[in-house]
T-cell receptor
Framework: EDKVVQSPLSLVVHEGDTVTLNCSYE??????LLWYKQEKKAPTFLFML????IEKKSGRLSSILDKKELSSILNITATQTGDSAIYLC???????????FGKGTSLLVTP | GAVVSQHPSRVICKSGTSVKIECRSL??????MFWYRQFPKQSLMLMAT?????????EQGVEKDKFLINHASLTLSTLTVTSAHPEDSSFYIC?????????????FGPGTRLTVT
């Protein structure tokens, strides 16, 4: 059975800190790993990773995939209170188009 | 980017009634749409995958007679929660994928919060 595990489940940091969120997966016929940010509504897309070792970057956020370790990390530098959200990791496989989500990491950035 | 809308955004209904939720892709043709459910402090759980013009594929444990899905056009899928009960109260989110283009990215709607009293 496909599985996506995120850690930590929750995290509290101070503004300006750097955080690293983890996602590990077990999936048959892996196609891609995606990161989403969810505030009060539906998830918003952050990154899609398909190739190992290539960092994707958007502002203070970056992510990288390690296919050998079956994992990915999401880094957020110089955190701001607006980064407070649930960060979801999802994996897709070549057997279909559906996404298998992890439980998410709840991040709280305090002023 | 691609836009997906959902309607209504919030609905309260009485136990035993049915509720229909619409999911529309506004600027692309969605050959495949997905329906997720999210309970408080939990992740998104896939309920079903619907392909335009064919029957939906339901995930294990999801009752197809209770959660009716119709994907009659390339821009609209509907989820009807029949004979709703309080335990059906949840956040329902749809996503759409233009799989006809060979892209696998999913675009999420804003979600519908259902409360059954």
């Amino acid at each position: 059975e496909d599985k996506v595990v995120q850690s930590p489940l929750s995290l509290v940091v101070h503004e300006g800190d750097t955080v690293t969120l983890n996602c590990s997966y077990e999936v048959t016929n892996f196609r891609s790993l995606l990161w989403y940010k969810q505030e009060k509504k539906a998830p918003t897309f952050l990154f899609m990773l398909t190739s190992s070792g290539i960092e994707k970057k958007s502002g203070r956020l970056s992510s990288i995939l390690d296919k050998k370790e079956l994992s990915s990390i999401l880094n957020i530098t110089a955190t701001q209170t607006g980064d407070s959200a649930i960060y979801l990791c999802a994996v897709s496989s070549n057997s279909g188009y559906a996404l298998n989500f992890g439980k998410g990491t709840s991040l709280l950035v305090t002023p | 980017g691609a836009v997906v809308s959902q309607h209504p955004s919030r609905v309260i209904c009485k136990s035993g009634t049915s509720v229909k939720i619409e999911c529309r892709s506004l600027d692309f043709q969605a050959t495949t749409m997905f329906w997720y459910r999210q309970f408080p402090k939990q992740s998104l759980m896939l309920m079903a995958t619907s392909n335009e013009g064919s029957k939906a594929t339901y995930e294990q444990g999801v009752e197809k007679d209770k959660f009716l899905i119709n994907h009659a056009s390339l821009t609209l899928s509907t989820l009807t929660v029949t004979s709703a009960h309080p335990e059906d109260s949840s956040f329902y989110i749809c996503s759409a994928s233009d799989t006809g283009q060979g892209t696998y990215e999913q675009y999420f709607g804003p979600g519908t919060r259902l409360t059954v009293t």
